[in-house]
C-alpha cells in the first residue's frame, strides 16, 4: 500500500477511524471517572552520622550517610515503619496495604531521601507522611545506638514535613484523554486498513471490468433526490446524476455500432442494487435525445415501476401474456416525453415460466418494432432465472454494481448465469457511487460546462455532452468530427436525430 492507497483509506474509511477514536477516548474518560483519586503527600529525611574533627573525618562520615540512605529507604517502604505507624494513627489497614502506598528513593550522591505516600483522603496522606517519617526516625535511632549506650552512629531528622496536598495526582485526566486519543488513532487506522483489506466489495473500475469483462459504460452517483424521485427531470436537470445518464446513453449508442443493441435489459446480481432507478433514468435519457422508448418492467415478482413512475400496476406484462389485454391498452404514456411503459401487471405464479414463453418473446419483438429502445427492468440474477430468461432474449444486458456493496463473487456468479443462457453483455454501470471522499467522481466538472459566470444554467447543447465514449472492449473511442446519430446506423430508421 503506498501513501496515495493508504490517503485514500483514510479518506473513504474515515467514519471508523473517528468512531474507534471517539471510544478509546470515551474509555479513558470513563476510566478516569471511574478511578479512585489519590493523593500524594510527600516528606524529605536528611541523614547525618556523627565524625570527627577532621577533613578525612567529615568525608569519610559523608560517605557512611550516603551509603546508609539506600538502606534507609528500603526500611522506609517495610513492614515494620508501616506497622509502627498503622498502631501510632490506629488506621484500620493492613500493613501490606501501607507498604504498596509508600515510596522512598534516595537521591545519588546524597545524604536525603523523599517519601512519598499515597492515599484517597488528602489528610490520612499527610498523616502517614509524617507519622511514618517520625516512626522510622526513632526507629534508626534506635538501631544505630550501640548497646552500651553511647551516641548513635548515624541519626536522621525529618527536614521538611508533609502538607495537605490539594490536587489528587490520580487519575491523570488529560494524560489518559491524551494517550487514549493517540491510542484510538492508531487502532481506528489499523482497523480501516484491516477493513479495507477483507473489503471484498466492487469498488475499481478495473474490479467490475475484470469481473464482468465487459467495459463500464457507466457509473452513477449515489443522489439522496432519487430515493423521492426515482426519475430525473432532465429538461431542467444538469446535476451531476442528470450527466451521469447523458454519458451512459452516449457510451450506450457507440457500443456494437455495427448492430446496435435496442431491446436492453437491465439486472444485477443481488437485491437494491438501483436496477429500476437506473432503467427507469436511462430510458428517460434515451428519451430525452428524442428516441422513442419502451420501458417494461420485466420483475414480476417486486415490480417497482409504477411505483416509481406514478403508473397504474395491475395492467401490463403478464396482463397482456396471458391474454388480459392487449399490448395497446397495457401501453401507459408518461408525463415525459417520448416514453411510454409497459408495467408488470398483475403478479403471476410462475415469472420464469412466463418470461421463457414464446407469448413474451412475441411481445418483445413487437415493442421492438414499434419503438428505438426497449429497456427492461428485471430481478436480480442471483435470486431467480427471470433475469436471465429475459437477457437470453434481449439484445444486451447492462449489469449494475452498487459501489462498496455489491460482493466480487455476487458479480462472477451473476455474469457465469449471463453467459450460461449466451445473453450478450453490452457494459456494466457502477450505481450509488459516492460522491465525496475518495470513491466519487468529478462529475460535477460536468456541470460546470452548463453554467454561465454568474452560476446561473446555460441551455445545454448535444454537442457538451458528448464526452468520450468506452467502446465495448473498454477502450475510449474518441468521437469523429460531425460524429452524431445522423451519422450512424439508427434503430429504426424511423427516426434520425442527433443525440
Ligand atoms: N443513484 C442512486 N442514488 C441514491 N439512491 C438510489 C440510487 N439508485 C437507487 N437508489 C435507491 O436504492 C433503493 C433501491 O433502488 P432500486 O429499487 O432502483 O433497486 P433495484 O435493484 O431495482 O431493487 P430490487 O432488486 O428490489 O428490484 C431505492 O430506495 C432507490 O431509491
Ligand atoms: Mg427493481
Known amino acids: 500500500m503506498n501513501l496515495r492507497d493508504f490517503v485514500k483509506v483514510l479518506r473513504s474509511r474515515w467514519i471508523t477511524v473517528c468512531v474507534t477514536t471517539l471510544i478509546v477516548v470515551l474509555g479513558a474518560v470513563a476510566l ?19 565524625s570527627g574533627p577532621s577533613a578525612s573525618d567529615i568525608y569519610q562520615g559523608s560517605r557512611f550517610s550516603q551509603e546508609r540512605v539506600i538502606s534507609y529507604a528500603e526500611l522506609l517502604m517495610g513492614q515494620t515503619v508501616a506497622q509502627r505507624t498503622i498502631d501510632k494513627l490506629g488506621l484500620d489497614m493492613s500493613s501490606q496495604q501501607m507498604q504498596d502506598n509508600v515510596t522512598a528513593s534516595a537521591k545519588r ?3 536525603l531521601i523523599d517519601v512519598s505516600v499515597l492515599d484517597s483522603s488528602p489528610v490520612r496522606a499527610r498523616d502517614i507522611a509524617n507519622t511514618l517519617s517520625d516512626e522510622f526516625v526513632a526507629m534508626v535511632r534506635e538501631l544505630e545506638t550501640p548497646e552500651n549506650g553511647a551516641a548513635p552512629d548515624s541519626r536522621v531528622v525529618v527536614e521538611q514535613r508533609a502538607s495537605i496536598p490539594s490536587d489528587p495526582v490520580v487519575p491523570e485526566t488529560a494524560r489518559n484523554i491524551a494517550t487514549g486519543l493517540a491510542l484510538g488513532i492508531m487502532l481506528g487506522v489499523g482497523l480501516a486498513i484491516l477493513r479495507d483489506v477483507l473489503d471484498n466489495t466492487v469498488k475499481r473500475r478495473e474490479t ?26 432532465y429538461e431542467t436537470d444538469n446535476s451531476g446524476i442528470a450527466e451521469a445518464f447523458r454519458k451512459l446513453r452516449t457510451n ?64 401490463g406484462f403478464s396482463t397482456v401474456l396471458s391474454g388480459g389485454a392487449t399490448l395497446d391498452e ?15 401487471g398483475a403478479i403471476p405464479p410462475n415469472p420464469s415460466e412466463l418470461l ?24 436480480p440474477l ?27 463473487e455476487q458479480l462472477s456468479h451473476a455474469v457465469d448465469s449471463l453467459q450460461s ?4 453483455l453490452l457494459g456494466a454501470v457502477f450505481t450509488m457511487m459516492p460522491t465525496r471522499g475518495s470513491a466519487s467522481y468529478s462529475y460535477y466538472g460536468y456541470s460546470y460546462k452548463y453554467e454561465s459566470e454568474d452560476g446561473k444554467p446555460q441551455p445545454r447543447t448535444d454537442r457538451q455532452t458528448s464526452q468520450r465514449p468506452v467502446a465495448h472492449d473498454g477502450s475510449s473511442t474518441t468521437p469523429k468530427v460531425g460524429d452524431s446519430r445522423a451519422d450512424r446506423p439508427q434503430p429504426t430508421g424511423r427516426r434520425r436525430r442527433q443525440l
Open 382 to 408: 442471483l435470486a431467480v432465472t427471470d433475469a436471465a430468461i429475459l437477457a437470453a432474449g434481449s439484445d444486451g444486458v447492462l449489469i449494475m454494481a452498487r459501489y462498496g456493496q455489491t460482493k466480487r
Open 32 to 50: 478516569s471517572l471511574l478511578t479512585t483519586p489519590m493523593y500524594q503527600a510527600s516528606t524529605r529525611l536528611f541523614v547525618s552520622t556523627t
Open 330 to 344: 397495457a401501453l401507459q404514456k408518461t408525463r415525459f416525453a417520448g416514453l411510454t411503459v409497459l408495467t408488470s
Open 252 to 315: 450506450l449508442q457507440f457500443l456494437a455500432v455495427d448492430n446496435p443493441p435496442r431491446v436492453i435489459v437491465v439486472t444485477s446480481s443481488v437485491p437494491s442494487e438501483g436496477k429500476s432507478t437506473t432503467a427507469i433514468n436511462i430510458a428517460l435519457a434515451l428519451a430525452e435525445a428524442e428516441h422513442s422508448v419502451a420501458l417494461v418492467d420485466g420483475d414480476l415478482r417486486r415490480p417497482m415501476l409504477h411505483k416509481y413512475l406514478d403508473l397504474i400496476g395491475s395492467v
Open 109 to 111: 550522591d546524597t545524604v
Open 421 to 424: 443462457v449466451g445473453a450478450p
Open 356 to 379: 421463457g414463453s414464446q407469448s413474451a418473446r412475441n411481445l418483445l419483438s413487437e415493442l421492438r418494432g414499434r419503438f428505438d429502445y426497449v429497456v427492461v427492468d428485471s430481478t
Open 208 to 233: 467490475l471490468e475484470e469481473l464482468t469483462g465487459a467495459a463500464v459504460v457507466g457509473t452513477v452517483p449515489l443522489d439522496k433526490e432519487r430515493r423521492k424521485q426515482a426519475a430525473i427531470a
